[in-house]
């Protein structure tokens, strides 16, 4: 099945700046979602960008997509501690399950 | 609007008995996925309902688990007998086509196996 690889596996940054997480992956996609996990919030959907965009902006949140590189990156603008989360890219959507790799764990350091 | 519901939130066992989870879904999605997350690693699909049906059970460990969904709402998860290496949070998730299938995911309920 197809799986995203989150990259770097773990990144500590202090508050205020900004964080940037990769993913890559090696088959073709029509949609590429990004989701956050959190001992206060749980597993929550961030984004979801499709193969004919590039960009995509959401809040303090921007997504790119470059689907000839097959790579998306997530930029956390302006960190707050609550960012402090497990970030996981997944490829696809629709209706069928989702699959998770090992994700990015972020930490905000005050 | 409410969210997804789980139940119970923990559960501690003892390997070779039985639990069960319990999902209620939030109301009018149709299609609801049973995922386990073990420590240190993203969540894994074991099964995929469409109202009542089974849609994808390729990754459930049939052997000692088991799920339904009855009248297409809520669901249960059934693990008979639990081994150690089934540790782990079990999250429940549901969608539906009118929201462009975001998947809403429940608090979890994590099982610990002694």
């Known amino acids: 099945s197809q799986q995203g690889e989150e990259d770097p596996q773990a990144l500590s940054i202090q508050e205020g700046e900004n964080a940037t997480m990769n993913c890559s992956y090696k088959t073709s996609i029509n949609n590429l979602q990004w989701y956050r996990q959190n001992s206060g919030r749980g597993l929550v959907h961030l984004i979801l960008?499709?193969?004919?965009?590039r960009e995509k902006h959401s809040g303090r949140l921007r997504v790119t997509l470059d689907t000839s590189k097959k790579s998306s990156s997530l930029l956390i603008t302006a960190s707050r501690a609550a960012d402090t989360a497990s970030y996981f890219c997944v490829l696809g959507g629709g209706a069928d399950g989702l699959t998770f790799g090992k994700g990015t764990h972020l930490i905000i350091q005050p | 609007e409410a969210g997804v519901a789980q139940s119970p939130r923990y559960k501690i066992i003892e390997k070779r008995q039985s639990v069960a989870f319990w999902c209620n879904p939030i109301?009018?999605?149709?299609?609801l996925y049973w995922y386990q997350q073990i420590l240190g690693q993203g969540p894994k699909l074991l099964i995929q309902f469409q109202n009542n049906g089974v849609v994808d059970d390729s990754q459930l460990p049939k052997d000692r688990f088991s799920a339904e969904r009855l009248k297409g709402v809520d669901s249960t998860l059934k693990i008979q007998p639990a081994k150690l290496e089934d540790s782990a949070v079990y999250l429940c998730?549901?969608?539906?086509?009118?929201?462009?299938?975001?998947?809403?995911f429940g608090p979890g309920t994590r099982l610990t196996v002694t």
């Open positions: 960008i499709r193969s004919n965009e």
């Open positions: 998730a549901s969608s539906n086509a009118g929201t462009g299938y975001e998947q809403y």
């Open positions: 109301s009018g999605h149709a299609t």
